[in-house]
């Protein structure tokens, strides 16, 4: 709430999904093996459960920055994506513009489009599923169905996960709503972390390389030293200059006086000593 998987390579047998991790290949085909369908359902239950249950979070917190039932509800429904249903009700509830805090919210929620890139090829669905399968690409369905060794697996762990998730979620938020009244404070109980916690939970083993920790890092530096300067909802979206910032750092750091990686000039000098010798 990362891929590393490797593309998907044709076998020849439709459906079939044998590309494993980056290094050599397997003893046989370099195929990972296939995984019991009860084991992907078994993780796809778990993780739909967990996170579903925190849709009481948001519920609670969404009466109490001042959103009607109803609209709550509709956010859940039509919007499904906890970071951003957090971020708008967030930044609202701090008295941002209403403007800023849905455009917070709205490249919150771009990050799934970019995960639907890649699961489309992982699940290559019916193109008359395709329309309400993409309602349910999000952070959870996405962990779920990546590391899945063959297309049935990854559309049983995206199916059931997307299924739990959207049931339990909205009927929390139902459940949330209704009762934030009787919760008196919401503030008091610090409810609007939860989601937030679950999704770190999730991104946190997703962090491999250096890269990605760094950027990850340098987001939450920037989030936070612009949170007391800025309007809600805006830190948020100035995080995401992170990326381009590491990426352009690294860069920098791999082109030497050389060359692009700064090897260049001892490749040169290795070149001339064989045309002499």
């Known amino acids: 709430?990362?891929?590393?998987?490797?593309?998907?390579?044709?076998?020849?047998?439709?459906?079939?999904?044998?590309?494993?991790?980056?290094?050599?290949?397997?003893?046989?085909?370099?195929?990972?093996?296939?995984?019991?369908d009860a084991a992907v359902v078994r993780d796809a239950l778990g993780v739909g459960i967990a996170v579903g249950l925190?849709?009481?979070?948001?519920?609670?917190?969404?009466?109490?920055?001042?959103?009607?039932?109803?609209?709550?509800?509709?956010?859940?429904?039509?919007?499904?994506?906890?970071?951003?249903q957090f971020a708008l009700v967030g930044a609202?509830?701090?008295?941002?513009?209403?403007?800023?805090?849905?455009a917070g919210a709205f490249f919150l929620g771009v990050r799934?489009?970019?995960?639907?890139?890649?699961?489309?090829?992982?699940?290559?669905l019916p193109r008359a599923v395709r329309p309400f399968a993409a309602h349910?690409?999000?952070?959870?369905t996405t962990a779920v169905t990546l590391p899945q060794p063959t297309r049935r697996a990854a559309r049983i762990g995206f199916t059931v996960t997307g299924l739990t998730l959207y049931v339990l979620w909205?009927?929390?938020?139902?459940?949330?709503?209704?009762?934030?009244?009787?919760?008196?404070?919401t503030d008091a109980w610090g409810l609007d972390a939860a989601s937030p916690a679950v999704f770190l939970a999730l991104l946190a083993p997703m962090l491999t390389s250096t890269t990605e920790r760094v950027t990850a890092g340098?987001?939450?530096?920037?989030?936070?030293?612009?949170?007391?300067?800025?309007?809600?909802?805006?830190?948020?979206?100035?995080?995401?200059?992170?990326?381009?910032?590491?990426?352009?750092?690294?860069g920098r750091t791999k082109k030497g006086p050389g060359g692009e990686d700064g090897s260049n000039g001892t490749v040169t000098r290795r070149k001339k000593g064989e045309r002499h010798s």
Not at 136 to 140: P, T
Request: glycine share 12%; with cysteine; aromatic share 6%.
């Open 92 to 102: 609202l509830a701090a008295g941002g513009n209403p403007y800023t805090a849905a």
């Open 112 to 124: 799934n489009a970019f995960y639907g890139l890649r699961l489309s090829q992982l699940l290559a």
């Open 136 to 140: 349910w690409v999000i952070d959870e």
């Open 218 to 250: 340098l987001a939450v530096v920037l989030a936070l030293t612009l949170l007391p300067v800025l309007p809600a909802g805006v830190p948020v979206l100035l995080s995401a200059l992170a990326a381009p910032v590491v990426l352009f750092l690294m």
């Open 1 to 36: 709430m990362a891929e590393q998987t490797a593309p998907p390579e044709s076998t020849g047998s439709p459906g079939a999904i044998t590309a494993g991790p980056p290094g050599p290949a397997g003893p046989a085909s370099g195929a990972r093996p296939d995984k019991p």
């Open 170 to 185: 909205n009927l929390t938020t139902l459940v949330g709503a209704l009762g934030a009244e009787a919760l008196g404070d």
């Open 54 to 84: 925190s849709g009481f979070a948001f519920g609670v917190t969404s009466a109490g920055s001042g959103l009607s039932l109803l609209q709550t509800c509709v956010l859940s429904l039509l919007v499904f994506t906890g970071a951003s």
